[in-house]
């Protein structure tokens, strides 16, 4: 095991290290504390290892860790200073975390930052039921143009949760941020991403899921903003599940989520209030998959997009509110083997509803516009009038 520290200082035998420069005790009104420090941990082939670097500068600061052929290894790294909201400087900008645990059984991997222009990165793999954590909060009550990145591979029972904007004032803006998550070759394991913030525009959600099943992808953004955007994709995968949630209303924010070659798999899409926002989802080459699209509660000009390809024994239920106006729903699909079904409701005035359905047999299609929702239990429809 290695440990070192771009001021020149060595270690060789110390599983943990705290890097923590000693500076005098903030007062509640005062200058920003200096970073540009760099700090590095390896550990190689030992069991229960811990890895603990936090590092109080404001700028620039870098901190890695490298965890290999181990068993329940832990890495934290952490660039904030513990305080939420005081003093109103306390967070960073422009630093730089990164975890690498390789064939390291149930390895765990956190890293925290008060922070905007930061990096987060984690890579595990091989690791069985690993975790991997990354969170930046905004507590100068705003924080943007940050990345969040993890991927997993061979992890079974692993999970990937990633966190921007949390904050204790209640008008904090998360912009302009990333979080980009991967899953390879697992079970039972679990991606969930979220921004938080009352104002949050300018972000993008990516999730993808590639040769596993029973796995679940969750996206969620708290806020109120414009131009966000939340993808996912299973690609050779059953059982799966993706859920896409924004609340809060907002303009041209876009949910997109598709499964390419797999069964059993569901697609949820939830977009609460706001005008001129999308859902997108398809599926490709698949049976007893499930597209379940909602906009609501007052919004309007917004868009459902539903389509099934080469598949059997489909569902897809697009939804808008009965408080909504002038959205548009279309809902195609092509090339399948049978018993698919469409159903489409929508409420209030001057909506537009589009089925097609084509090389099929058996499969039902229902539109019921202003009236009550149609009846969907299991993978059954049945209509349903006022």
């Given at each position: 095991?290695?440990?070192?520290?771009?001021?020149?200082?060595?270690?060789?035998?110390?599983?943990?290290?705290?890097?923590?420069?000693?500076?005098?005790?903030?007062?509640?009104?005062?200058?920003?504390?200096?970073?540009?420090?760099?700090?590095?941990?390896?550990?190689?082939?030992?069991?229960?290892?811990?890895?603990?670097?936090?590092?109080?500068?404001?700028?620039?600061?870098?901190?890695?860790?490298?965890?290999?052929?181990?068993?329940?290894?832990?890495?934290?790294?952490?660039?904030?200073?513990?305080?939420?909201?005081?003093?109103?400087?306390?967070?960073?900008?422009?630093?730089?975390?990164?975890?690498?645990?390789?064939?390291?059984?149930?390895?765990?991997?956190?890293?925290?930052?008060?922070?905007?222009?930061?990096?987060?990165?984690?890579?595990?793999?091989?690791?069985?039921?690993?975790?991997?954590?990354?969170?930046?909060?905004?507590?100068?009550?705003?924080?943007?143009?940050?990345?969040?990145?993890?991927?997993?591979?061979?992890?079974?029972?692993?999970?990937?949760?990633?966190?921007?904007?949390?904050?204790?004032?209640?008008?904090?803006?998360?912009?302009?941020?990333?979080?980009?998550?991967?899953?390879?070759?697992?079970?039972?394991?679990?991606?969930?991403?979220?921004?938080?913030?009352?104002?949050?525009?300018?972000?993008?959600?990516?999730?993808?899921?590639?040769?596993?099943?029973?796995?679940?992808?969750?996206?969620?953004?708290?806020?109120?903003?414009?131009?966000?955007?939340?993808?996912?994709?299973?690609?050779?995968?059953?059982?799966?599940m993706i859920g896409q949630t924004h609340t809060g209303g907002g303009l041209t924010n876009t949910q997109t989520a598709s499964i390419s070659y797999g069964n059993d798999n569901t697609v949820t899409q939830n977009?609460?209030?706001?005008?001129?926002?999308?859902?997108?989802?398809?599926?490709?080459?698949?049976?007893?998959?499930?597209?379940?699209?909602?906009?609501?509660?007052?919004?309007?000009?917004?868009?459902?997009?539903?389509?099934?390809?080469?598949?059997?024994?489909?569902?897809?239920?697009?939804?808008?509110?009965?408080?909504?106006?002038?959205?548009?729903?279309?809902?195609?699909?092509?090339?399948?083997?049978?018993?698919?079904?469409?159903?489409?409701?929508?409420?209030?005035?001057?909506?537009?509803?589009?089925?097609?359905?084509?090389?099929?047999?058996?499969?039902?299609?229902?539109?019921?516009?202003?009236?009550?929702?149609?009846?969907?239990?299991?993978?059954?429809?049945?209509?349903?009038?006022?």
């Amino acid at each position: 095991m290695k440990i070192q520290l771009s001021r020149k200082f060595f270690v060789s035998t110390v599983s943990v290290i705290a890097l923590s420069f000693c500076l005098p005790a903030l007062a509640a009104v005062g200058p920003p504390i200096v970073g540009d420090d760099s700090a590095t941990i390896t550990q190689t082939s030992e069991t229960g290892s811990t890895a603990s670097q936090n590092q109080p500068g404001q700028y620039s600061n870098a901190a890695y860790i490298d965890q290999s052929y181990g068993t329940s290894d832990i890495a934290t790294q952490q660039q904030n200073r513990d305080s939420f909201s005081t003093p109103s400087y306390d967070f960073s900008a422009y630093g730089d975390q990164s975890i690498t645990q390789t064939s390291n059984t149930a390895a765990q991997a956190s890293q925290t930052d008060n922070s905007t222009n930061a990096t987060q990165t984690i890579n595990q793999a091989s690791n069985s039921s690993g975790t991997a954590a990354q969170t930046i909060n905004a507590p100068a009550a705003w924080t943007e143009y940050n990345v969040q990145s993890a991927t997993q591979n061979g992890n079974n029972g692993g999970s990937i949760a990633q966190t921007i904007g949390l904050s204790n004032s209640p008008t904090s803006v998360a912009s302009n941020n990333t979080q980009t998550a991967a899953q390879t070759g697992q079970t039972n394991s679990t991606i969930t991403e979220g921004i938080d913030g009352d104002n949050a525009s300018g972000n993008s959600q990516t999730a993808t899921e590639t040769v596993g099943s029973a796995n679940v992808i969750n996206q969620t953004n708290l806020s109120s903003g414009l131009d966000n955007i939340q993808t996912a994709s299973i690609v050779y995968g059953d059982s799966n599940m993706i859920g896409q949630t924004h609340t809060g209303g907002g303009l041209t924010n876009t949910q997109t989520a598709s499964i390419s070659y797999g069964n059993d798999n569901t697609v949820t899409q939830n977009q609460d209030s706001g005008t001129l926002n999308s859902e997108s989802a398809t599926v490709y080459a698949g049976s007893f998959n499930t597209i379940d699209q909602y906009q609501g509660i007052g919004g309007g000009n917004n868009i459902e997009l539903a389509s099934v390809q080469y598949s059997s024994s489909g569902l897809i239920v697009q939804r808008q509110d009965n408080s909504s106006s002038s959205g548009q729903e279309y809902a195609s699909q092509n090339s399948n083997t049978g018993a698919n079904q469409i159903g489409q409701y929508q409420g209030k005035s001057g909506n537009y509803a589009f089925v097609t359905q084509t090389g099929d047999t058996g499969n039902l299609a229902i539109q019921n516009q202003g009236g009550a929702y149609f009846s969907a239990v299991g993978n059954t429809l049945s209509p349903s009038h006022n």
